[in-house]
Antibody, heavy 118, light 108 residues
Framework: EVPLVQSGAEVKKPGESLKISCKGS????????IGWVRQMPGKGLEWMGI????????RISPSFQGQVTISVDKSISTAYLQWSSLRASDSAMYYC???????????WGQGTLVTVSS | EIVMTQSPATLSVSPGERATLSCRAS??????LAWYQQKPGQAPRLLIH???TRATGIPARFSGSGSGTDFTLTISSLQSEDFAVYYC??????????FGQGTKVEIK
């Protein structure tokens, strides 16, 4: 069983909007938080934010505050990462991961590659 | 924000040798530290949590130690599949967490 499955790669133009998804299976959502991590080309991991599907409680890193929105639809066990106006600098691989409260990421989605280019 | 600093940036090791990776926190994080392994084109994989507890299915050659601000990941005898990038992450400031910049373990 694959706990988290992410939506496919996206190619967008600057200024466009985008919403990528992370779908849980089985019990992969129940009782867990879902976090998002950015990895720019050839770079390291950056913690973006996290959301609890049970009550949609969310926290976003100050580095990403105002740049992205994190949401969830618990009825379909799916978390989302959304941009209203993409920039070229948003080009990166984005991973979602499952987090036990107070703990690390114990499993990860396969990643969604976002390319923003005119 | 807690800053995590890993060293060295690159570690060249021969197969079968021991690898020692370091991670330092800018303030005490108790034992709330994880280590991840990432291979090219793959998502990260949790190796160690709570500084020294191996995650499910992780071989015993991987061990973690440390508390407070200084932590170490040791790979006792490097196998070919262990050449990868390793990241530490603190979750003391949960739900916010920060990663180190990574250490690449390459074949010498």
């Amino acid at each position: 069983e694959v706990p988290l499955v992410q939506s496919g790669a996206e190619v967008k133009k600057p200024g466009e909007s985008l919403k990528i998804s992370c779908k849980g299976s089985g019990n992969s959502f129940s009782g867990y938080w879902i976090g998002w991590v950015r990895q720019m080309p050839g770079k390291g991991l950056e913690w973006m934010g996290i959301i609890y599907p049970g009550d949609s409680d969310s926290r976003i890193s100050p580095s990403f505050q105002g740049q992205v929105t994190i949401s969830v639809d618990k009825s379909i066990s799916t978390a989302y990462l959304q941009w209203s106006s993409l920039r070229a600098s948003d080009s990166a691989m984005y991973y979602c991961g499952r987090v036990v409260r107070g703990g690390p990421f114990d499993s990860w989605g396969q990643g969604t590659l976002v390319t923003v280019s005119s | 924000e807690i800053v995590m600093t890993q060293s060295p940036a690159t570690l060249s090791v021969s197969p079968g040798e021991r690898a020692t990776l370091s991670c330092r926190a800018s303030q005490s994080i108790s034992s709330l530290l994880a280590w991840y392994q990432q291979k090219p084109g793959q998502a990260p994989r949790l190796l160690i949590h709570d500084a020294s507890t191996r995650a499910t299915g992780i071989p015993a050659r991987f061990s973690g130690s440390g508390s407070g601000t200084d932590f170490t990941l040791t790979i006792s005898s490097l196998q070919s599949e262990d050449f990868a990038v390793y990241y530490c992450q603190q979750y003391h400031s949960w739900p916010r967490g920060t990663f180190g910049q990574g250490t690449k373990v390459e074949i010498k």
